[in-house]
């Protein structure tokens, strides 16, 4: 079993709908938790961290569940430019990051 | 640019060659980490150093791997005898801090294709 799972995708959306990811994770160790954007062909970067509280940034929202080990992102009002990859991350307190496969997004006008 | 750089972004090479890659950090960052990224999949760590200290590697990166941060700087992947297998996008990626929200800053990468 992988460490981090995520539906692969692809979610194909219109512009203006609302999609939602998940992704589970295995260790319970786990201490910080991230979503990362990752455009085609380019490297991936830091959409934002996941804290217990959950947050929220503009559109995005992100929940965290210790419980059941899962961590969801939720986009509002996609747009065209929100088309990527989603990449949801987990650290254990260590330095290295563990990436799940991605989830893809397409959104279409 | 005060981004992560690597160097070549584009390496095409034979089976059994020897490559070597190049990642500089964000300059006041000390730590400095490599993963592999392979097609439809996301980033696998491989490893990471401290300042010039190489503090963990993956079991991933088999002995024709290694890696060195000679003065805390700058690093370099180098793999031997390189294999189809290894084709894949190299990414290094650094930071100055551990523990919760240590955002890892990526390099735009080296895409390795091995014939």
């Known amino acids: 079993r992988k460490e981090v799972e995520q539906d692969p995708g692809p979610f194909n959306v219109p512009e203006g709908a609302t999609v939602a990811f998940n992704c589970t994770y295995s260790n319970s160790a786990s201490q910080s938790f991230f979503w990362y954007r990752q455009d085609c062909r380019k490297e991936p970067k830091l959409l934002m961290s996941?804290?217990?509280s959950g947050n929220e940034d503009g559109r995005f929202t992100a929940q965290l569940n210790r419980a059941s080990q899962y961590i969801s992102l939720l986009i509002r009002d996609s747009k065209l430019s929100d088309s990527a990859t989603y990449l949801c991350v987990v650290n254990y307190n260590t330095d290295k990051l563990i990436f799940g496969t991605g989830t893809r997004l397409q959104v279409f006008p | 640019d005060t981004g992560v750089s690597q160097n070549p972004r584009h390496k095409i090479t034979k089976r059994g060659q020897n490559v070597t890659f190049r990642c500089d950090p964000i300059s006041e960052h000390n730590r400095l980490y490599w993963y592999r990224q392979t097609l439809g999949q996301g980033p696998e760590f491989l490893t990471y150093?401290?300042?010039?200290?190489?503090?963990?590697k993956s079991r991933l990166l088999s002995d024709r791997f290694s890696a060195e941060r000679p003065k805390g700087s700058f690093s370099t992947l180098e793999i031997q005898r390189t294999e189809q297998g290894d084709s894949a996008m190299y990414l290094c990626?650094?930071?100055?801090?551990?523990?919760?929200?240590?955002?890892?800053?990526f390099g735009p990468g080296t895409r390795l294709t091995v014939l």
């Open positions: 996941v804290y217990s």
């Open positions: 150093f401290q300042n010039e200290a190489q503090l963990e």
């Open positions: 990626a650094s930071n100055n801090r551990r523990g919760q929200g240590n955002e890892q800053f």
